[in-house]
């Protein structure tokens, strides 16, 4: 959260809101016939862009670029926007200013994994001050009720966290750069779990459609049993640990482009 930048002020205590969940069915052609790259992230991921800094088929922080810019004012991709019109529209009717937007595609993973995982995004890299905090929105395509977003104010703290379950059509905005996150993926049948996930920027429009869309600033954690509990926490702290010490530092506490 930031002093010097225009904020949402639902967001300022809990750092996310769950939003109505969107019932209109969609082709899941739109995500799975996009173009695929291969990009860093936490955990086994693939990526499809929809937006980018400059309209190519990549998933670069748009600070990268010559001339670099703040992750806002993406250039829509013509090829995908063509196979994904639907997901395009929905990101649209949010009427916020968008940097990248992606579809994820995300292989079933442990609890553990989704501690060792957990980053904090780099969303306001060059924003200049006085303009809006740009924060993450998670629109979940595929229909995942056994999967989680983790959110943690502290990935140290387990009492910080909240789970968040991840059905078809679930909507949250999270702001990305505060909480600790990353996704618990269980499928009984391995398959894949797929989010569009798109950074917006803080403003009037976007304010407006999260009160048209029943903001919830604090929902209850999804159960978890305390083994799982207790030895996921053991697990992720010792290889966060020994990441830290094979880099010298924490990867995850600089900032994730992803
Ligand atoms: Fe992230």
Not at 85 to 96: D, M, N, Q, S, W
């Amino acid at each position: 959260m930031s002093l010097n930048h225009l904020t949402l002020s639902i967001l300022e205590e809990t750092g996310y809101v769950v939003l109505d969940s969107y019932q209109q069915p969609i082709d899941p052609a739109e995500w799975k016939n996009l173009e695929y790259v291969d990009w860093k992230s936490s955990g086994d991921t693939r990526f499809a862009p929809l937006a980018s800094a400059y309209g190519e088929i990549e998933c670069n922080g748009f600070w990268h670029f010559d001339p670099p810019k703040a992750d806002k004012d993406g250039v829509w991709i013509d090829s995908q926007v063509a196979i994904a019109p639907t997901l395009v529209e929905r990101v649209k009717a949010t009427g916020a200013n968008v940097g990248r937007c992606r579809i994820i595609e995300l292989q079933p993973n442990s609890y553990a994994d989704a501690l060792y995982n957990s980053h904090l995004d780099d969303n306001n890299r060059l924003n200049p001050e006085g303009e809006g905090w740009v924060l993450r929105l998670f629109m979940q395509l595929s229909h995942n009720p056994d999967s989680y977003m983790v959110l943690r104010e502290d990935i140290n703290d387990p009492s910080t966290e909240t789970r968040i379950a991840l059905p078809a059509g679930a909507q949250l905005l999270v702001d990305s750069e505060r909480m600790w996150h990353s996704v618990w993926h269980q499928d009984p049948n391995g398959e894949p779990r797929y989010c569009l996930i798109t950074s917006v920027e803080s403003g009037p429009d976007l304010e407006k459609w999260v009160w048209e869309n029943n903001p919830t600033q604090r929902v209850e954690s999804a159960p978890l049993d305390q083994k799982t509990a207790v030895e996921g926490e053991i697990h992720a702290q010792e290889r966060r640990a020994a990441r830290t010490a094979f880099y010298g530092y924490d990867p995850t506490m600089v900032m994730s482009e992803a």
